[in-house]
């Protein structure tokens, strides 16, 4: 075994998988630990909404019948209907500052200004500072301001009338802190929710691009494998016709050749079956003989020329420059692009065809030429055409390379590209 085919054979589909298969894999789950904590925080959200939902609705409820106990058992008969209809009308509001916060921020404002003037103390007025919770939790920061100001207005008015003389400071900077952390639990609240709404947003925008992603993975690994069984049922197949032909006509005056030509068909259809396993290897993981066939690169392109002349394609091969330190992916690439012109040319060109290919190898590209002496322009209703030519410019594409495939000037047809080893580029197979 050469050099060249020991190299080719050490980079087989099996280990070149499982190295795609970790990097695969690795951003997939990265991809999963995001989905996973945007998850997580969605469901949290949730949570918080849910547990947010009853228990306030339960104490605001509760709140009123409170408040209303608590005023029959210390007011007298006498204030007793004035002070219930203030607190039954600071209170029940409260249900609805869900639905309408600064609504019922206005109506709790102008009772509780309304028992200022009245001159009533109630216990009630903590409905001000639930008010201001809703609206900090529901509005913006400029509402948010709007209500505490007038909330803290309340309460130096409050302090001035009903504080005794020299206990003013005391009774103002208490109601002003309750004010002020009202505000900002209201704020928190807001900015929690806006986060959480952020944070499900994002999990939806990331699974969206995880299907787009499996969508696109998937057309992809479509059109390789339909690239992939082109180039192997179309060349094999061609070949095997070719050869039966030529054996069909040999057959009484040349029993010799007509017999070397039915072998060679026979091992053209174990060669189709070997590329078949291995690319099935590389498609199923329990295949075991892919580790047995390695991927055909440039050392393999004189026994594909050799095939090509038993098939009745004169085929001539120049290779210069070591091939050696070529990436097998990239020799494969020269190989497809190879066999794909010459099977052109054996379906597409009369008797008497000859072809030539040379490879030109570097350290920083690869340059590819096929050329044969058929007619120019081609055959009526023979040229090529189908998924050959476009399968080829994909292989060219993938590593930045640009095929151009047409009439020689002087004849003939010839396809050409050259494949930058600097673009890394996709496996094709």
């Known amino acids: 075994m050469t050099e060249a085919a020991a190299e080719a054979g050490s980079a087989h589909p099996v280990r070149h998988r499982d190295r795609v298969r970790r990097g695969w894999t690795a951003g997939r789950l990265r991809r999963h630990a995001d989905l996973a904590s945007v998850r997580a925080a969605r469901r949290l959200g949730a949570a918080r909404r849910w547990g947010s939902r009853l ?42 500052r869900r639905r309408a916060p600064l609504t019922v921020f206005a109506v709790v404002t102008a009772v509780a200004f309304v028992q200022w003037l009245v001159g009533v103390q109630l216990p009630a007025d903590v409905a001000l500072l639930v008010a201001l919770y809703t609206v900090a939790a529901n509005a913006g920061r400029r509402g948010t301001l709007v209500a505490g100001a007038v909330v803290e207005t309340g309460v130096l008015l409050a302090c001035l009338r009903w504080t005794a003389d020299g206990a003013f400071l005391t009774p103002f900077v208490a109601a002003t802190a309750m004010v002020v952390a009202a505000a900002v639990l209201g704020v928190n609240v807001r900015t929690t929710r806006a986060y959480l709404a ?18 696109l993975a998937v057309a992809e690994e479509r059109a390789r494998i339909t690239r992939e069984m082109h180039d192997i049922v179309t060349h094999n197949l061609s070949v095997m016709v070719a050869l039966t032909d030529a054996a069909v006509y040999a057959q009484h005056r040349s029993p010799e050749r007509a017999t070397a030509a039915m072998l060679q068909i026979s091992e053209t259809g174990r060669q189709a079956l070997t590329d078949m396993r291995r690319s099935l290897g590389v498609l199923r993981t329990e295949e ?37 330190r070529i990436p097998a992916t990239a020799q494969l690439t020269v190989y497809r692009l190879v066999q794909e012109a010459l099977t052109n040319a054996l379906k597409h060109t009369p008797p008497g065809t000859r072809a ?11 340059t590819v030429a096929v050329t044969d002496s058929g007619p120019c322009p081609p055959l009526p209703g023979t040229a090529p055409s189908g998924h050959g030519i476009p399968g080829m410019r994909e292989r060219a594409a993938a590593y930045g390379g640009r095929l151009r495939a047409g009439p020689l000037p002087g004849g003939g047809w010839g396809v050409h590209t050259r494949l930058d080893l600097g673009s890394g580029g996709k496996v094709p197979a």
């Open 55 to 96: 228990p306030p609705l339960a104490w605001e409820a509760l709140l009123p019948v409170l408040l209303l106990v608590n005023i029959l058992t210390t007011h007298t008969p006498r204030g007793l209907p004035v002070a219930v209809a203030l607190t039954a009308a600071l209170a029940l509001p409260l249900l609805w």
């Open 198 to 215: 952020a944070v499900e947003e994002r999990a939806a925008r990331l699974e969206h691009q995880q299907e787009q992603q499996a969508r």
């Open 288 to 324: 075991p003989d892919a580790e047995r066939h390695p991927l055909p690169g440039i050392a393999q392109l004189q026994a594909l020329a050799d095939q090509m002349c038993a098939a009745g394609l004169p085929t001539g091969l120049e290779v210069h420059g070591g091939h050696t």
């Open 356 to 366: 030539e290919v040379r490879v030109r190898c570097s350290a920083s590209a690869v």
